[in-house]
């Protein structure tokens, strides 16, 4: 189950993909000495597999957290959650404060899991890394994951499927 804070209180949802609409973008200071200076904060509303807008446990709309820094480079963390609401990639010409007003109210989607901290202990939850997409991923809100091909194409030869004792017979 993946932790969300609303107030004191926590809220769990179940680990998967869903959608997220950006809702707001928001600049803030911290003093952190891991993480200094001016950090983006991006809020979105989550609606599950199932088409249902998450809550928290008073009934309002959940609101979840990012946090990034403002960079947009290559291997920042901003950029795929960007390119994925704008379904396109960043190029040079693109100027960060548009790309700003570009994002707000756009949705992709992102895989969430839990996140521990390093006793072991659930603290909140992230999402998983490489996950920001700007296409629905096979098996989210009904589409299943072994879809037909594209036109023009070939269906995919199924693999033989190896049992670990038939180790000796995979061929590679």
Not at 47 to 63: A, I, Q, W, Y
Not at 73 to 100: C, F, H, M, V, W
Not at 145 to 157: D, F, L, Y
Request: with cysteine; aromatic share 10%.
């Amino acid at each position: 189950m993946v932790h969300f804070k609303a107030g004191a209180d926590p809220i769990t949802v179940d680990e998967g993909w869903y959608k997220a609409t950006l809702t707001k973008l928001e600049e803030r200071e911290f003093a952190d000495s891991a993480f200094p200076g001016l950090r983006v904060i991006w809020h979105f509303g989550l609606v599950n597999s199932n088409g249902k807008t998450m809550e928290d446990d008073r009934g309002f709309e959940l609101d979840f957290w990012v946090f990034t820094s403002q960079s947009v480079g290559a291997k920042s963390n901003a950029r795929p959650i960007i390119e994925a609401l704008l379904d396109r990639s960043i190029n040079r010409d693109d100027d960060g404060d548009t790309l700003a007003a570009a994002v707000e109210g756009k949705s992709c989607y992102v895989k969430i899991a839990d996140y521990y901290d390093e006793r072991g202990e659930p603290h909140g939850s992230r999402p998983v890394q490489g996950t920001w997409s700007s296409k629905r991923p096979p098996g989210v809100g009904g589409q299943h994951a072994a879809s037909a091909p594209a036109r023009g194409r070939p269906a995919p030869t199924p693999q033989p499927q190896y049992e670990p004792e038939d180790i000796d017979s995979v061929p590679f």
